[in-house]
């Protein structure tokens, strides 16, 4: 099938058609009692976590391989992924009888690759991330005559994404809006397209990830633009460059987008938890993410909401950072550094001054006689006007404070490093870092950075990730900067500049 001058009315008839239920299952919408009644809106979510690869890439997959000749199914088919995408492909294949060849790169966890193998796929490890691996898969494509399977941007993917649409609407006929997460946008415009054709006056709101915006960006250019980078943490959603025809249609269709932080996602997946017991992947909690935060900007009430539940492929030690920040997300915990005189008592002083509220972290090393720096994590039972409340009664009793609630760094690796200043003044410059976990990817990430500068600073932080992440610190002459950070430009790697970072500032330098 052709996807030019594709209608509305086109892919209507493409979702009502596709065979899907011959692999993929009719999922439940479920209330969210808890949420609802926190929000003061009727929420339900659609699991399909409950598909039998854990997540809704099956339909599109599924459907895109039902639809080949005899003879490209005798060929076979390929896919890249890493993910969910290479799980639905794999067992596409296996229920129709075709040959799937799926290419993940070289980092992709053990449980991810046996995952594929266990539904029939041959895996195929290649290159450090996910577009090597899509090259490599047209490459062997052209090699051998298989079809390429693309993750989203074909009208049969997206054909086959759209029979959730068409679920829900029959599963309540009262809603009042949808939100549907967006990574390549297949999910998306699928959903969109369906719902404008039957019940246009339900609204149907993108969710994307605040570092893996692409469809946002797209809007913005009035095209595809590729992003620079994307954050690795929604992994389900972290595509840098939105297709061609899910962009057509999620500019046509879609009646808002939002875009919502990793704190936000953490805050969903723990939400999702309580009212359902499911571990959402983060990509999976994106939609309730969204659909909380556009519910609060908008002050909606008493509405119908809808959210997609795409997946639940966890990897289970992401569980420790989702915990560790969902307070964060959901604004009952606030980090501040705070500056104490250095005597006895004063920490208790401090505390009472919190007016008898919980403290969920306290950090400090001693650094000279006067004066201390902590780093204080605080239960919150009001949100952002309770932690502004006590900012500013610290502010009042002579406590110098900086908010450090929405400080990533602060929040990823300052936190473990209280305490950890220079013993000597040096001119140092601060930088952090992402690459590809793998084993002896940190030694090789050290390799790749060379003597260029002694390093003053470092502080590797993994949470069973696909990406390693590292805070180092450099010892850098004024005379030599430029010529250091052609040096960063060259590396290769994801970095950021974090010299002036104000907790970097507070506690470190």
């Not at 704190?263 to 909380?292: H, N, Q």
Request: proline content about 3%; some cysteine; overall charge negative.
């Amino acid at each position: 099938m052709s996807q030019e001058h594709l209608s509305g009315s086109d892919y209507l008839r493409e979702i009502v058609r596709a065979p899907v239920y011959e692999a993929a299952l009719i999922t439940p919408l479920q209330s969210m009692q808890k949420i609802s009644e926190r929000i003061g809106n009727n929420v339900q979510i659609k699991r399909e976590d409950r598909q039998p690869v854990n997540s809704f890439k099956l339909r599109g997959a599924y459907n895109m391989l039902a639809q080949l000749t005899e003879e490209q199914k005798n060929a076979g088919v390929i896919a890249a992924s890493a993910g969910n995408h290479a799980q639905g492909v794999a067992l596409s294949g296996k229920k129709l009888g075709v040959k799937a060849t799926i290419v993940m790169p070289e980092a992709t966890p053990e449980i991810k690759t046996s995952a594929v193998a266990s539904f029939g796929g041959k895996v195929v490890l290649y290159g450090d991330n996910f577009d090597d691996a899509k090259n490599k898969a047209i490459e062997l494509s052209k090699e051998y005559g298989y079809t390429f399977v693309p993750p989203f941007d074909h009208p049969y993917v997206i054909a086959g994404q759209g029979t959730i649409a068409m679920e829900l609407l029959q599963q309540n006929r009262h809603l009042d809006a949808v939100f549907v997460q967006v990574g390549g946008g297949g999910l998306a415009a699928g959903i969109a397209v369906y719902i404008k054709q039957i019940m246009p006056n339900v609204k149907v709101i993108g969710v994307e990830a605040e570092d893996s915006a692409c469809l946002k960006a797209a809007l913005d250019a009035g095209k595809p633009v590729p992003l620079e980078q994307v954050g690795m943490f929604a992994d389900g959603v972290a595509v840098k460059l939105i297709g061609d025809e899910t962009f057509r249609l999620c500019q046509q269709y879609l009646d808002d987008v939002i875009t919502v932080s990793s704190d936000k996602i953490c805050a969903a997946v723990k939400e999702i938890f309580e009212d359902t017991r499911a571990i959402a992947e983060p990509a999976g909690a994106l939609s309730l993410a969204g659909l909380k935060a556009y519910a609060e900007q908008h002050h909606l009430k008493d509405k119908n909401l809808a959210c997609i539940l795409s997946g639940a492929n966890m990897n289970f030690h992401t569980l420790r950072y989702v915990s560790e920040r969902a307070g964060i997300g959901e604004k009952t915990e606030g980090l501040l550094a705070v500056t104490i005189p250095e005597r006895q008592g004063a920490f208790l002083d401090f505390c009472r001054l919190l007016g008898g509220r919980a403290v969920t972290e306290f950090n400090y090393r001693y650094s000279d006689d006067k004066l201390a720096n902590i780093f204080v994590g605080v239960k919150l039972l009001h949100g952002q006007d309770e932690l502004d409340s006590i900012i500013k009664d610290l502010h009042k009793n002579g406590y110098p404070v900086e908010d450090l609630s929405d400080d990533e760094m602060a929040k990823q690796h300052i936190r473990y490093m209280i305490g950890g200043r220079a013993s000597k003044k040096i001119q140092e410059r601060l930088y952090s870092f992402e690459f590809p976990e793998h084993p002896g990817a940190l030694v090789h990430f050290l390799e790749r950075l060379g003597t260029q500068a002694n390093i003053s600073l470092f502080n590797y932080r993994n949470h069973g990730a696909d990406y390693g992440r590292v805070l180092c610190g450099f010892e850098v002459d004024a005379n030599n900067i430029k010529v250091f950070t052609d040096h960063m430009m060259d590396l290769g790697f994801a970095y950021k500049d974090e010299t002036d970072n104000p907790a970097y500032k507070f506690f470190l330098s």
